[in-house]
């Protein structure tokens, strides 16, 4: 089955520490993205990658990176510069940047110790 | 820049008739997705509206009505399981296809 899978599923960051998302899909797709999901506000867009070895800053990229060195891959590392990194993180993908669907994973929730 | 907006909450009866409004302002309009979210879930793909009018797909359908900055979801005969959040996005044709999400609809069916 194709899909997008996002590990691990809880994710615990003790002060100072950076951790990193994984995010894979096997669905062939170009584009990559992601999200970060807080009570009560939209999704917002942290990362993007329209292609491998290429990715820009969304709106919220403070305190976060990424890599693109494979197709299928995306991680994201949330740095201790994030001074907020509570949330529920969304990977998605699409086939590519032209206004395709994208579609999630199942989401990766950080919480902080 | 662009805005959406969408009411926070609505309740509706098992086998009843619920419609979920989005306007929104955005400049270079592309298209408007619904996603279904259930809490702690990914949201998953509804529906797509690029141009005016209606598009049924089973027990939802979603209309659009660019001209008036605005779209709804209908969802026909409702299930317990319907119980989710309702995302509208709309997408904006600025180079990259950003998607801008509101901040969803919180949708309770009660028996």
């Known amino acids: 089955d194709g899909g997008i899978t996002q590990s691990p599923k809880y994710l615990f960051r003790k002060e100072g520490q950076n951790v990193t998302l994984s995010c894979e899909q096997n669905?062939?797709?170009?584009?990559m993205y992601w999200y970060r999901q807080d009570p009560g506000q939209g999704l917002r867009l942290i990362y993007y990658?329209?292609?491998?070895?290429?990715?820009q800053k969304g709106d919220i990229a403070e305190g976060y990176s990424v890599s693109r060195e494979k197709k299928e891959s995306f991680p994201l590392t949330v740095t201790s510069a994030q001074k907020n990194p509570t949330a529920f993180y969304l990977c998605?993908?699409?086939?590519?940047?032209?206004?395709?669907?994208?579609?999630f994973g199942p989401g990766t929730r950080l919480l902080v110790l | 820049g662009q805005n959406i907006d969408q009411p926070t909450e609505m309740t509706a009866t098992e086998g009843a008739i619920v419609q979920i409004n989005c306007t929104y302002q955005?400049?270079?309009?592309?298209?408007l997705f619904w996603y279904q979210q259930h809490a702690g879930e990914a949201p998953t793909f509804l529906s797509y509206?690029?141009?005016?009018g209606l598009e049924e797909k089973g027990r939802f359908s979603s209309f659009l009505s660019r001209s008036k900055g605005y779209s709804y979801l209908l969802l026909k005969e409702l299930q317990m399981k319907d119980s989710a959040s309702y995302l509208c996005?709309?997408?904006?044709?600025?180079?990259?296809?950003?998607?801008?999400f509101g901040t969803g609809t919180r949708l309770l069916v009660s028996p």
């Open positions: 990658s329209q292609i491998v070895n290429d990715f």
């Open positions: 669905l062939n797709h170009d584009a």
């Open positions: 509206n690029v141009l005016d």
């Open positions: 996005a709309v997408r904006a044709n600025t180079g990259f296809q950003k998607l801008v």
């Open positions: 955005t400049s270079g309009f592309n298209g």
């Open positions: 998605a993908s699409s086939i590519a940047d032209r206004g395709e669907t994208q579609y």
